[in-house]
C-alpha cells in the first residue's frame, strides 16, 4: 500500500516554515536539510540560492511527513496559490510506482519523467488532468555491506 504525504512549495521560505512547524509539531528533521548547493544544478545557481532548501521533511505523529522545497523562479518555479503543494506518493515497488505514476498521468502532463535520482530515489512529478500535482517516488533498498 503507497503512502500519501503533502508536498510543499514556498517562494524561499521553507526553513523559516520549517522551523515553526518544528517548534509546534516538534521531532526532528528526517535525514537532515538538503540544500540546492548540493544539486547537480548548483553551478547555475547565485549564492543565496544555493542556500536554499532543496528538500526538507518532518515526521508529524507515527506515519505522516510533511516535506517541502522552496521553488526557486530561477529554476522556472513560480509559486502561487494551487500550485503551492503536491500529493506525494511513496510506493513500495518501482513497478507500483510505474503503475500509479502511468494511471495519473493519463490524459494529464509529465513534469518529470520516472527515473533513478541523483539522491537515489527512482521518482517523477506530473500534473493530472484535473490540474492536481503529483510526486511518485520509490526508496530503493539499502545493500547490506
Do not use: C
Amino acid at each position: 500500500m503507497p503512502m500519501l504525504n503533502p508536498y510543499l512549495n514556498f517562494p524561499g521560505t521553507t526553513e523559516e516554515a520549517f522551523n515553526f512547524y518544528k517548534s509546534v509539531f516538534g521531532g526532528d528533521f528526517a535525514g537532515g536539510i538538503f540544500r540546492f548547493k548540493d544539486t547537480p544544478e548548483a553551478d547555475k545557481l547565485t549564492p543565496a540560492e544555493k542556500e536554499k532548501i532543496m528538500h526538507i521533511a518532518l515526521p508529524i505523529g507515527k506515519d505522516n511527513i510533511l516535506m517541502a522545497t522552496d521553488a526557486l523562479e530561477s529554476m522556472g518555479h513560480k509559486v502561487t496559490s494551487g500550485n503551492n503543494f503536491h500529493l506525494s506518493i511513496g510506493s513500495e515497488s518501482k513497478e507500483e510506482a510505474d503503475r500509479i505514476f502511468n494511471g495519473l498521468s493519463t490524459g494529464g502532463k509529465i513534469t518529470i519523467p520516472m527515473a533513478d535520482m541523483f539522491w537515489g530515489d527512482y521518482f517523477g512529478m506530473l500534473t493530472d488532468k484535473f490540474g492536481i500535482q503529483w510526486m511518485i517516488s520509490y526508496t530503493h533498498p539499502k545493500e547490506n555491506k
